[in-house]
């Protein structure tokens, strides 16, 4: 394939995949090499970058690339066109924004071994970050969370300020808010250890 082509291809590829992708996935899926993958990635970025009436962009958050709304069209964007996360997720979710930065090893305490997987799909949607911290990981919302939830500001201590505010005033403990937010099945541990330092 002709560099020149590449660009075109990969932003086809993000388009329609609808999701995060390494640039592993992107230079399998396009035919290339992950280091011309990469080259053309950083071009296609600043491309949609300079476009003025363009309303996509495409973000790296944690390696992971996507190509979504840019974030001063996404709050007119209708409800129902917005990705929607899995219900299973949301106490997830929740837990991970009220109790930010959390340790991965926190969240398995609390939800046990399926807290792996909805990591890996949150993650893979964009909306958390995870990063290596010892034998664990650190998991923290991304600015793609704050705008799904609505959070008035994207930095992940003033989320987490947020997420606690919404459970004080609905009367709920952190574990409560998670809950309430699931399919009636998930049954959460409560969490025993120190919160994060509130601001």
Same mark, same amino acid.
């Given at each position: 394939?002709?560099?020149?082509?590449?660009?075109?291809?990969?932003?086809?590829?993000?388009?329609?995949?609808?999701?995060?992708?390494?640039?592993?996935?992107?230079?399998?899926?396009?035919?290339?090499?992950?280091?011309?993958?990469?080259?053309?990635?950083?071009?296609?970025?600043?491309?949609?970058?300079?476009?003025?009436?363009?309303?996509?962009?495409?973000?790296?958050?944690?390696?992971?690339?996507?190509?979504?709304?840019?974030?001063?069209?996404?709050?007119?964007?209708?409800?129902?066109?917005?990705?929607?996360?899995?219900?299973?997720?949301?106490?997830?979710?929740?837990?991970?924004?009220?109790?930010?930065?959390?340790?991965?090893?926190?969240?398995?305490?609390?939800?046990?071994?399926?807290?792996?997987?909805?990591?890996?799909?949150?993650?893979?949607?964009? #909306?958390?970050?995870?990063?290596? +911290? %010892?034998? $664990?990981?650190?998991?923290?919302? *991304?600015? =793609?969370?704050? /705008?799904?939830?609505?959070?008035?500001?994207?930095?992940?201590?003033?989320?987490?300020?947020?997420?606690?505010?919404?459970?004080?005033?609905?009367?709920?403990?952190?574990?409560? #808010?998670?809950?309430?937010?699931? +399919? %009636?099945? $998930?049954?959460?541990?409560?969490? *025993?250890? =120190?919160?994060? /330092?509130?601001?």
């Amino acid at each position: 394939m002709e560099n020149d082509a590449l660009p075109t291809v990969i932003e086809a590829i993000l388009f329609g995949s609808g999701r995060s992708m390494t640039v592993s996935e992107i230079a399998l899926a396009s035919q290339s090499d992950e280091s011309d993958a990469e080259i053309a990635l950083r071009g296609l970025k600043s491309t949609l970058a300079r476009r003025k009436s363009g309303a996509l962009q495409i973000s790296e958050i944690s390696g992971r690339w996507i190509m979504e709304v840019k974030p001063s069209l996404a709050n007119k964007m209708p409800g129902n066109v917005r990705p929607d996360i899995p219900q299973r997720l949301m106490p997830t979710a929740a837990l991970i924004a009220y109790h930010q930065p959390m340790a991965q090893s926190t969240l398995v305490e609390m939800l046990g071994q399926r807290a792996y997987d909805h990591v890996r799909e949150l993650s893979s949607m964009g #909306l958390i970050s995870r990063r290596r +911290d %010892g034998a $664990t990981r650190r998991l923290m919302t *991304t600015r =793609r969370f704050a /705008e799904y939830f609505g959070a008035p500001e994207v930095r992940s201590d003033k989320v987490r300020s947020w997420f606690r505010q919404q459970a004080k005033e609905a009367g709920m403990t952190g574990t409560e #808010l998670a809950e309430s937010l699931g +399919d %009636g099945q $998930t049954k959460i541990q409560d969490y *025993t250890g =120190r919160d994060s /330092e509130e601001e």
